[in-house]
């Protein structure tokens, strides 16, 4: 969505055996990248994006990792063209199990632009308030998955 800048995702999967459950954001190489808990940030050239991690109805927030340059697996790689490569982060979250389930937010915005959101779970509805510097958005994730833009 836009004004403001938010990407929202809900993921599911399931298996008949436990696994493991992993969701991979590939970030550009020239990017600060941190990660703390439910939160990540990636800034360069401008623009921070803050990765989100969200609880909802029956879903609990999981903590963000980080992979850049691995070789075993080959994973956090950049090319710009054929001979050139560039170690670069990928977040990462993890859930084990016979089930996950995942909501993510990525927002885009200026700078230091302060990013907040408060989630309210009423049921089998969560409602996302999304706070990006004097812009506000508002999402909810009903019980089948779907997400709707309220405001």
Known sequence: MSDPEIVVAFDKAT????????QLWHLPYDVSFKASGTRA???G????????????????ATKFGAVKGSTKPIQGWQWTDYFHKYKAP???VTQKGTK??????????????????????????????????SKTAVVTL???GTLTRIR
């Open 15 to 22: 298996s008949y055996k436990p696994t493991t459950f992993t």
């Open 41 to 43: 940030t990636a800034a």
């Open 45 to 60: 050239k401008g623009v921070t994006t803050t990765l989100l991690q969200l609880p909802a109805a029956g879903v609990t």
């Open 90 to 92: 990928v977040a990462t």
């Open 100 to 133: 996950a389930a995942m909501v993510t937010a990525i927002v885009a915005a200026p700078g230091t632009t302060p990013v907040s959101v408060k989630p309210v779970i009423s049921g089998s509805t969560t409602t996302y308030t999304f706070r990006v510097g």
């Open 142 to 144: 009903d019980a089948k």
